[in-house]
Structures are given as structure tokens and as C-alpha cells.
């Protein structure tokens, strides 16, 4: 490995921030110089948080909502994330009630947990502690395998950004979507051609997520923290985040609430506007919560990759397109789509990046 060894990571969400964390821990900066690309103007990926721009005291998670220890294994094999997070006060307890389908498996055993400064704060930290340099609103479009500029016969990636922008990097991680992932141009699509039937089954779930913030003086008057709307054709979840968060209805600041459509809502309405949608949504939440106030305020998303509904085949944690130079694709789609899915699949990542 040269030294430092300049590592391309494409992605700042959950993955790509837990994978540099890791790799940090393995190598020094002077032996690993580690870069991060997202392309949107913040971290988190789909453990987004948004501010609102009424009052900046008020926040609301629009991906993920809460974090679960999925199984005995992962409450064993991930314990030290958890207790990291819950000592840097990252995380901590979910404190409220959870009503509808997924009642049981509050009641299994295993642990929910919530970030009470906004689920991002999850990805934050770990791009923190990694030290990488990271660059917002940067989008991979090409990756090229070359020669190294000045040296022959040593081969590097060539990445190419929107604005047409050429770096090279020794190598390259990409945990973007896998849709994403196989609509990257360059020579990539070489390295993807015998994956190519294992990546184009992967299947995602859509939805619409909207948040939906209230004057200070409002109340909203349920007694659940989180519900999942079983059977009903419009909305799937509907959480009081402000409550979620604090685990009690803030005083300083107006309730806020977080609604995600079914995914047959989205498909629907994929297309429709989205103040359209932000109303269309309320008035259906409304028959979930028929006194809810009039909001001041709020923000919707297309979720186009929600969740995984079909993964690589064998969840392997990670994909190794080219062992020289370095690439591998890797993301929830290879494990499974949840936190601790993640996680494995950084740590598949890292193992395989220590042994090449």
C-alpha cells in the first residue's frame, strides 16, 4: 500500500460513514488518506434530518426513524457500536409507545434506541471520528481504471465528478444504491459485468416522506409516540418527532410529525407535485388524528430507494469488483436494510480492504 493511500468512499450515508470510521481505526492518516462524496448538501443519506427554516429549533427525521438491535447475534457482534453511541450520547432509549404491527418486536427483548439531535447525528459522528475529507454536493458520474499519472504500469481509478472534475484515487468504495451504482459510467461497467445479473435483481421500496411542523402552542393529543397504520392504503407510519426524540413533548419549541406514504400511495403518485402531496397526506392523517392543528410548516421527499426488498443474492456484505485496484460496491442491499445491515456490510468492507 503507498503511502498515504488514497481511498475514495462514494456515499456519506450510513455505509460509507461506519466504513471509514472503521478503516480509520485500522490505519493512521499518514498511511490512509480517506475521501468521502455525497452528493447531497449534508450527511445522513437516508438517515436524514431536516431543519426547519421557520425555527431552527425544530428538526424533523424524514428517513429512518429509529434504530432496533435486529437479533441476538447483532446485539452481541455490534454491542460496541451501541454502547459508543449511547456513551457520546448519540443515541439513546426509546422512551415512548409504539402502536400497530411492529408492537411484538418491542416486546421481543432487543433494544430501540433514538437520536435525540436528529437521526444524522448517527452519520456524523462517524464521519467525524474518521477524519476524511469530505465533500458535499459532489456527484460521482464516471469511474475509470487507468494508468497512474507518471508511473507505468501502475494502475489507479480515474473519478470523474459532474463538473467534470478528475481525481485519482488508489481505491474506490462505493456504497451508493445499486441502481445507482450500475448507472456509473467509465470503464466501471467492465468490472460490473459479472455481477451484473446478481445487482440487476435488486429490488427497492418507494415512498413519500413528509414532515409536518406546528406553532410552539400546539398539542398533538395521542397517546402513542409512533404508529404504524396497518391496512390503511395511504399511510404507513406516522410518528410525533419532537416527542420521539426528547421522549416527552418539548416546551420550547412546536411539535413536529413525520408521515410515510405506503408504497402504493407512491407509486401512484409519483409524479403529482409535491405540495400536492403534502396535502393530500395531511388530509389523510387527519383521519388518523382528526384534531391535529393546521401545520406552519413542512417538507417532503421522494424516497426513490427506500428499503431493500430484495437483496444480493447470499447477502454477502460486500461486492469485490477488481482486487487491483481496489473496488468494491457494498450497502445495505448486500446484507440487509436496517442499522445493523449497515453495519455488517462496513465490516465486511473493511475486512476485505485490511486483506488486499
Known sequence: MSSPHRLLIVGGGLTGSTTAYLLRKMFAKDILAITVWEKSRG??????????????????????????????????????????????????????????????????????????????????????????????????????????????????????DQHDNITEFDSVIVTIPVPQLLQLQGSIQAFLQNESKSLQNVEYSSRFAVGYFFDHEAVINVPWTCKYATGNPNIAFVSVDSRKRC?????????SLLVHSTKSFCLQHWDTDKSIIKTMLMSHVKEIIPDLPVPIGSRCIRWRYSQVVRGVDGAPGCCVLSASPLLIACGDAFTHSNFDGSLKSAETVAKAFRLS
Not at 429549533?57 to 447483532?74: C, E, K, W
Not at 421522549?247 to 411539535?255: A, I, K, Y
Request: hydrophobic share 35%; with cysteine; proline share 3%.
Open 247 to 255: 421522549g416527552t413533548d418539548p416546551v420550547d419549541v412546536g411539535p
Open 43 to 160: 450527511a445522513g443519506g437516508r438517515m436524514n434530518t431536516y431543519r426547519s427554516e421557520i425555527n431552527s429549533l425544530a428538526t424533523v427525521d424524514l428517513g429512518a426513524q429509529y434504530i432496533s438491535v435486529s437479533s441476538a447475534d447483532y446485539a452481541q457482534s455490534h454491542e460496541r457500536f451501541y454502547q459508543e453511541l449511547l456513551t457520546a450520547k448519540v443515541l439513546a432509549p426509546f422512551k415512548g409507545i409504539i402502536e400497530g404491527e411492529r408492537e411484538a418486536k418491542t416486546k421481543s427483548g432487543f433494544s430501540n434506541f433514538v437520536a435525540p439531535s436528529g437521526i444524522n447525528a448517527v452519520v456524523k459522528y462517524f464521519l467525524n471520528l474518521s477524519e476524511s475529507n469530505v465533500s458535499y454536493s459532489t456527484h460521482c458520474s464516471t469511474v475509470n481504471c487507468c494508468e497512474k499519472r507518471g508511473q507505468a504500469g501502475q494502475m489507479v481509478w480515474q473519478v470523474i
